[in-house]
């Protein structure tokens, strides 16, 4: 891979991207990319350093490209390039965060989440105490998702609890769950305006820069970073993110509601916490435990040591 260096950059930039790499080591994770998918916007030299740095340390190309216009937005706006001037400021990307937001807010710390497989599941996990829940019940049957729909939104009624209906925006508003989880994927097709209006709150999945700047644009409830661990649930385009770019996610988004998912359990759960993000999504941490109720209350207190 430092072929990708010497044949987009000069000997000077490469110092200085090589430079840029070692001191964001902590970033490296391994690349899903090939060097014919990486291309160059524009030819000015900050941008072009940047992004093959942030190339070499992982990012995919769309990700790279956004972190390599912020800082040489930054570097512009400081009129000096600092290796250490990682952009960590929506401004530095463009994004004004401080207009009114277009969806209803939840607590900023969500505490355990735990993603539930049926309305069964959806009624275990309210009664073990489970804060807040997603509904992903997978079926082609339309009638019989529409029914585990319904049974899980009645069945929260009675706990004081947050459930969020996975893909299915139009059933949640027609029976008035607490709010939606979209994909990045879903969001093109899904009618945002029609879950606005309904009072619903909205969760969007994020795995990178580009698609936690495209997640702000839509001002949602809350945002969720993954996959931060790796995970056999989900096939994922991108690799697991990593501890380190979390931490960099928590700070960008600090003002956000958010939500680390991707392989966490009782090993590494303290880790994702400490990152800054006020909630963490589990799925097999708690579903195939032996015990779950006992794994809960054993998740929900490192939220409590925090």
């Known amino acids: 891979m430092a072929s990708i260096l010497n044949a987009y950059l000069s000997a000077d930039e490469v110092v200085l991207a090589q430079g840029l790499i070692d001191t964001h080591h902590d970033l490296q994770i391994e690349q899903r990319e090939t060097q014919a998918d990486f291309h160059l916007s524009k030819n000015e030299a900050i941008y072009r350093m940047v992004k093959v740095a942030c190339w070499q340390l ?19 706006s400081l009129a000096q390039f600092n290796l250490h001037h990682w952009p960590s400021d929506l401004l530095d990307f463009d994004i004004d965060h401080t207009s009114t937001q277009a969806f209803l807010s939840c607590p900023k710390n969500l505490g355990l989440y735990v993603v539930a497989p ?16 997603q509904l992903r019940f997978k079926s082609d049957q339309t009638e019989l998702i529409e029914a585990e729909i319904q ?58 820069y580009a698609e936690m700047l495209r997640a702000v644009s839509y001002q949602p409830s809350y945002i969720a970073l993954g996959a931060i661990f790796p995970t056999t649930l989900k096939l994922m385009e991108t690799a697991p993110q990593g501890l380190g770019r979390l931490r960099r996610y928590a700070q960008l988004l600090k003002d956000y509601a958010l939500v680390g998912i991707g392989g966490v359990d009782e090993n590494n759960m303290t880790q994702v916490i400490s990152s800054g993000v006020g909630s963490v999504a589990v799925v097999r941490a708690v579903i195939q435990s032996d015990d779950y109720p006992a794994s809960i209350h054993k998740l929900q207190s490192y939220f409590m040591s925090n």
């Open 118 to 133: 049926s309305a069964l599941w959806v009624e275990r996990l309210a009664k073990a105490g489970v804060q807040t829940i």
């Open 58 to 76: 992982g990012f995919i190309n769309k990700d790279a490209e956004v972190i390599a216009l912020a800082w040489s937005k930054k570097t512009k």
């Open 151 to 208: 049974q899980a939104i009645a069945c929260v009624k009675n706990y004081s609890c947050h459930l969020f209906i996975n893909d299915h925006w139009q059933l949640a508003i027609d029976h008035q769950a607490y709010g939606v989880h979209l994909g990045q994927e879903d969001i093109a097709s899904a009618d945002l305006l029609a879950i606005a209006r309904a009072g619903l709150r909205l969760g969007i999945s994020s795995h990178g």
